[in-house]
């Protein structure tokens, strides 16, 4: 069954915004620090943000200022706002349990310059 469901992603102008989504099985989420990842073309997959059970957060340096995790308890949901997004942003993103468990299938970001 699926356990890890991510959208929101698309293809947009730097500059521009975009807001992901996540939806998690309760077993992975409840009580958990979530977090969101990424990975670009030929790159190893990397975190970008983190945010703990009770909504402590914390961020990668290249998307501070940009990028802001949410969650929804109550919704078993995960959120990332991104905003002022640069042709570096473009990867697939991924939201799992930190440390990451089984991965869903991601969604694409691509940025144009």
């Known amino acids: 069954q699926v356990q890890l469901v991510e959208s929101g992603g698309g293809l947009v102008q730097a500059g521009g915004f975009l807001r992901l989504s996540c939806a998690a099985s309760?077993?992975?989420?409840?009580?958990?620090?979530m977090g969101w990842y990424r990975q670009a073309p030929g790159k190893q997959r990397e975190w970008v943000a983190v945010i703990t059970a009770v909504g402590g957060t914390t961020y990668r340096d290249s998307v501070k200022g940009r990028f802001t995790v949410s969650r929804d308890n109550a919704k078993n949901a995960v959120f990332l706002q991104m905003n002022s997004l640069e042709p570096g942003d473009t990867a697939v993103y991924y939201c799992?349990?930190?440390?990451?468990?089984?991965w869903g299938q991601g969604t694409q970001v691509t940025v144009s310059s």
């Open positions: 799992n349990s930190f440390p990451a468990g089984n």
């Open positions: 309760g077993n992975i989420f409840r009580g958990k620090t």
